[in-house]
């Protein structure tokens, strides 16, 4: 009866406004069509050569070398004005940063980026360590300070402690004035809030100084400033570099290697809540580190497993690289601290790639005993999985150590990462052990060809800057956007010219 209803009053209306009709149609089409076309020419012709296309195969061999770069190479040097820090600042500026190494190091770069904010004067970062790794090296036991100052020179004034205020022939102490920020705080609280505190005192205390300053600002220089600091300042002290050396050179002797952060560890496992795979005692292990570390949530295993939020376990990640082709001929170096199941959870994995390593498997020196503990020994670790031919994260949610080697990678040339989908992954392992193994390489494959293996790419939230600081960090010589031409070769020339010209006064302090 529709039916009919629709051809009767087609019949009735069978003349002009049949016509009209389709004129309408028409016309919407053609507004479709010069949209459709439009978003095409803006999308080429604005930042271009990036990769927006996936894989239409795995190749083995591509992966043991860097990934495509088009045309980009990494560049954090200023492009626009970027005048020295003038000889008087506001005050200084102390933080307190906490963590884990790498935690620590973005917040080392947030704390630059905001004394260059409030023209303040930065003091040593402070390593919380004793919260994290039980250590208390310090900035001091970690990092090259020279070179930190040295690199950051053209950018902000460091001091090692706040000096004495001489007044009235006194000597006397600045007290820093406290103040916690606020979580992914905007450039304006450092602007009006903090730098109101720096200016009544002198001095400020910001702690904790985690994720404290937010990532995505729309000021490129800010973001390569951050860069900057993060992969040019932060370097390792000489021996922490020589020793991470000497275990590249030991693996790489016998040919390319794969480094892979196994994150199946007590803390993660017990982030996440995924917990039934474990033994009754074992359970009550992560139950109990959950409820005196994290904030009490409700955690029901098989949907954490369903979407992808349990970290992959050892044997997981053995079958996605079987899959894409691995044999057991590869050497893999393993970043991971206390495996939590032990072999019960290794010997799947071990069977399938026995030539694994790690750092005191491949360094029996006495060095590495004292050079490799806490945060050296993280330290090492960083290295050694910046420098592999190919790296392999098992859990980059909220892991810093992956996130942040994704990005370094990234910057030092492109270079390979296999990143798998875990949400995409679920499901074909879930099928798996319910037995269901027809086409289960085929599927793994299909769901990894969807994926980024270090090539350049658009951030797309929750990807962090510091997984992914393209396109503000990369230039190219020959740039079809403007923004994203290269500077020149001779900049560092150009900037301390403008560090040793004389100062005017039009500059010298933040209003």
């Not at 404290?212 to 370097?235: K, W």
Request: charge should be positive; proline fraction near 6%; aromatic fraction near 10%.
């Amino acid at each position: 009866m529709r039916r009919a209803g629709f051809h009767r009053q087609h019949g009735r209306h069978s003349g002009g406004s049949g016509f009209k009709g389709m004129i309408l149609k028409l016309s919407v089409a053609a507004v479709v069509l010069l949209i459709c076309t439009l978003s095409l020419f803006y999308s080429s012709t604005g930042t271009s050569n990036v990769q927006s296309n996936y894989r239409s195969e795995i190749r083995l061999e591509e992966l043991w070398t860097n990934a495509d770069s088009g045309g980009w190479r990494p560049s954090s040097a200023p492009r626009a004005n970027w005048p020295p820090p003038p000889n008087e600042s506001n005050g200084y500026l102390r933080v307190r940063c906490n963590g884990g190494l790498n935690q620590q190091r973005s917040a080392i770069s947030n704390a630059v980026l905001a004394a260059r904010i409030m023209n303040a004067t930065l003091v040593l970062p402070e390593l919380d360590a004793n919260s994290f790794w039980h250590d208390d090296s310090g900035f001091h036991g970690i990092y090259d300070v020279d070179h930190f100052i040295k690199t950051l020179r053209y950018d902000v004034k460091i001091v090692e402690s706040i000096p004495e205020n001489q007044k009235n022939g006194k000597k006397k102490k600045i007290k820093a004035f406290q103040l916690r920020p606020p979580r992914d705080a905007p450039i304006s609280w450092y602007t009006a809030d903090a730098l109101k505190k720096m200016k009544e005192h002198g001095a400020i205390y910001l702690t904790p100084f985690s994720h404290r300053l937010a990532e995505e600002i729309s000021n490129p220089e800010y973001q390569r400033l951050r860069c900057r600091v993060n992969y040019h300042a932060l370097r390792f002290k000489p021996h922490i570099m020589k020793l991470s050396q000497s275990i590249v050179d030991k693996l790489r002797a016998q040919g390319p290697f794969m480094s892979i952060h196994l994150r199946f560890e007590m803390d993660m496992l017990a982030f996440a809540g995924c917990f039934d795979i474990f033994t009754p005692a074992e359970q009550k292990i992560l139950k109990k580190y959950r409820e005196e570390n994290f904030a009490p949530k409700r955690l029901v295993y098989s949907e954490r497993r369903a979407i992808g939020k349990c970290p992959l376990t050892p044997e997981e990640v053995g079958l996605i690289l079987r899959a894409l082709g691995f044999d057991n001929s590869t050497r893999i170096y393993l970043a991971a601290g206390e495996l939590f199941g032990g072999d019960r959870f290794m010997n799947p994995f071990r069977s399938l790639f026995p030539r694994l390593e790690n750092h005191s498997s491949v360094e029996h020196s006495e060095e590495l005993v004292e050079n490799a503990r806490g945060l050296a020994g993280s330290a090492v670790d960083y290295m050694v999985c910046l420098l592999s031919d190919i790296f392999m994260p098992t859990y980059d949610g909220p892991s810093n150590f992956a996130n942040n080697l994704l990005g370094h990678r990234l910057y030092y040339g492109f270079r390979t990462t296999i990143r798998p989908d875990r949400k995409g992954l679920a499901p074909i392992f879930i099928d798996r052990e319910n037995g269901r193994t027809a086409g289960f390489e085929e599927a793994i494959r299909k769901v990894m060809l969807k994926t980024n293996f270090g090539e350049p790419h658009k951030r797309v939230s929750p990807e962090s800057f510091y997984t992914n600081s393209w396109p503000e960090c990369f230039c190219q010589t020959s740039a079809e956007n403007p923004a994203d031409k290269c500077p020149p070769n001779d900049i560092l020339n150009i900037m301390n010219n403008e560090l040793e010209k004389p100062e005017t006064d039009t500059n010298s302090t933040i209003s």
